[in-house]
C-alpha cells in the first residue's frame, strides 16, 4: 500500500493520454452545462416572476386575501389601509395600483403591453435609485417613468420621450432600472392622479406599503393587524412576499415539470458519457490492472483505483461547466431579460449531482476490473 | 471482400458498443426534446389563428402579436363588408382574463377570454352545433384541454370570470397555448360586458372570400378601400408573424430556442467523444487495413459505417424514450407535444449529420496513423 500514497496512480492513469482525457473533461463539461441550463431556467423563471417584490421599499405590505400570487388582482379596501395607519407602532403607509397598459412603441408604432406601478407622487414605495426625486417629478399629471431594462419591445424611450399610452401622449420625466418578468415586458411608474385618470377606482388598492417605528416587533404587529383589519387582508413582509411568489411559480407553472425532466436527461447523459470514459479506460489498461491484481494489490486497492479516477472526472469536468453555465447564463440573461445567476447553493447542488453521477458510473464500471484474472492477460 | 466489418467490429464489443449507443441515444434523446419545446411553442403561439376559420385578417397598423392586441373601430368591418370578393365578415376579440372555480376555494387560473359574434361559418364544421348555446347572456364555452383547476367540466356548472359570473353552457376542443390555462369562447355581448370594452372596439376582423377569388388580390382591394389605420393579412402571414413575435421575443421562446442549440452542441460533442474514442480503440487495426493495401476511402468507409450504425441504432430507442418524455411532460405540465413526421425526421436528419461530421473528424487520426508506428 505504500506505493498508492505516494504516486497518485489514478492520476496518472487518467493524464497518461491528454487528448482522451481532454475529451472525456470536455463529456462530462457538457452535460454539467446542460444541467446548469436546465435549472437556470426553472430558477430564473421562478427568480423573475417574483421580481417585482424585491423592489418593494417597505416593512410590512398589506393585500387582499385572494392575491395568494402576484397574478392576481384582488384589490383591497382602502380603509384597511387606513386602520393600519391607526396604530401607534405604524409611521407611514402609501398605496401602491398595479395594472397593464398598451404602449406605442414611438419607433414602429406598434402597440405592446406593459406593466403600470402607480403611487402618490414624492412617496417612496420602491428601493430604486434616485426614487425620492424621480418621485417628485410624477407630480404633474401626464408624467410617467419608465423602466430602462425592459425588453426590446418598446423603441428608443429616453426622458422628454412622448409616450402613447392606451390613446393619450404621456411625458417621460425620468428612467428607472428594474427589469422584467417573464409575464411583463417592463414597467411604467406613475402618479396614481395619472392612473386614476384612465381606470378610476382609488380606493381600491393593489397594496399598501406600511412602515413602522424602529424596533417594532413584527410578529406581535401582524397579529395585531390581522385581529383588526378582519378577514379581507394579508400582511407579509417583501421578502415573504417574494418567496411566497417563487414558491407558488414553482408550484404552479408548467415550466418546472418540463426543467426537471430536462435536469434528469442532462444527468443520465452525464452518467452514461462517464461510464464509457470509465469502461474504455479499463478496457485499455486491463493489463495494468490485472498485473497490479497479480502482486497481490487488495480489491479494494483497484477499486479505490477506479473510484479515485471518477472524482478526479467529475471535478475536472466541472470546473468547465461551471465556466460554460456561467458563459450561457449571460448570454441567455442579455438576451431575455430573465434572471440568471449562480449562486452557491445552486453550484453546490450541480456539484453533487456531477459527483453523484460519476460515482455511479465508476461502481458500475468497476465490476470489469474486479473480473480481471491476470492468468488471461499473461 | 464482402464481409461487413463495420457490423463485425460492433458486435464485437457488446459491452462498449452499448455504452457508445446508450451514450448517443441520450444526446439524440436531448435534441428530440428541446426541438419538441420549440416546435410546440411555435404551434401553440398560433392555435388560435388556425382554429377560426378565415383567408384574411383585419387588424389594427399598431397590432403586434396576440399578446399585445390593439383594437381598431367596428365601422372598418362595414366598410370591408362591401369590397368585391369578400364573402363574409366575423368579430373577434381576444384579451387574458382570470378564470375562478367557485367550487374548489375561488381558485384562479390564467384564461384566454375570445369574445366572438358566433358566425357559424368561421369555426370549424363540427363545432357549429355548439354555438347557439351561446346565445344566452352570461354563458361561456369551455375548452375540454383547459388545465384541470379549471373544475368540473359539466354544461350547466357555474364559476366567474373577471369576478362576474358565467353559466358553462357547451365544452369544445381548440388546444391551451403558453399564454394561459384555459381558453372560452362567449358572445361577444357577455365578452363586452365582462370587459366592460366598447363595442365598437374590435381586435380582429376575420375574412372569408368567394370560392373564385384570390386571396392575394382581396388583400390588396382591401388595402386600398381600408383607411390606413388598418392592416390586412392573410392567415399565413399573421401565423408567421406570431410565432417569429413568440420565438424572438418572448422569453419562454428564446428559452427553448436557446435549449435547441446548446443540445445540438452538446449532442456533437459527445456524439465525437463516444466515436473518437471508438475509433481509437479500433486505431491499429485500421492502421492494419491501410498497410496491408487498402484505399483510405475503404477505411473512412469502415468508420463512417460504424458510425452510422451507432446512429441508427441510437435512433429508435431515442425515438421511443422521447415519446415517453413527451408523455411526461404532458402528465407534469400540461403542455401538449405531440411528435410529428417533421420533428422525427428533422431529428433523424440532424443525427446522421451530426454522426457524419464526428466520425470523418474522429477520423482524421486513422489518416495520420502511420503503420510502422505501431508494431
Redesign the interface.
Known sequence: MQLAHRIPVAWCMLVHRKGRFLLSMLGIAFSVVIMFMEIGFFNGINDSQARMASFIDADLVLMHKGRYSLLEGDRLNRIRMQQALAFDEVTAAAPLYEGNQLVINPDTGMAQAISVLAFPPGSRPLKLEDMGELSARLGIKGTVLFDRLSRDLYGRVVPGTLLTIGDTPHQVVGLVAMGPSIRSDGYLLMGDQTWNDSKAAADLLSMALLKVRPGTDLEALRQKLLAKLGDEALVMTPEEVRQREVDFTASATPAGGVFAIGLVIGFLIGLIICYQILFNEISDNMPQYATVKAVGFSRGYLVSLVMQQAVLLAVFGFIPGLAGGALLYYVIESSTSILMFISVPRALLIFVLTLIMCAVSGLLAVQKVLRADPADVF | MRIFLAWHNTLQ?K??SG??V??IT??V??VF?QLG?LQTAKTNSTIVYNYFQFDLIIV?????AL????YFDSSRLLQARVVPGVRDVSTLDVSRG?WRDPENN?L?S?CMMLGFDLNPAFVPAEHRALLPALTPRDTVMLDRFSHPDYGSQRIGREATLENRPVTLAALYEMGVG?QAEGTIITSLDTYLTIRRQQARHVIFGLVQITPDSNPAEVKQRLMAALPDDVIVFTKDELVFRERNYYVN?K??G??FR??AF??F??GG??L???L??EI??RLRELATLKAVGFTDFYVYGVGIQQALLFAAMSYGPAFVFSLI?FR??Y?????PMFMTWSLALTVLGLSVAMTTVSSVLALQKVKRADPADLF
Open positions: 464489443n459491452k462498449r455504452a457508445a446508450a451514450g441520450f444526446a434523446l436531448l426534446m419545446f389594427s397598423t399598431r397590432f403586434e399578446e399585445a392586441a390593439d382570470r375561488n384562479g390564467s403558453f421575443v422569453p419562454i428564446i428559452m436557446a435549449g446548446v443540445a452542441c452538446v460533442v459527445i465525437y467523444q463516444v473518437a474514442s481509437s480503440n418524455t411526461l411532460v402528465w407534469a405540465s400540461h403542455i
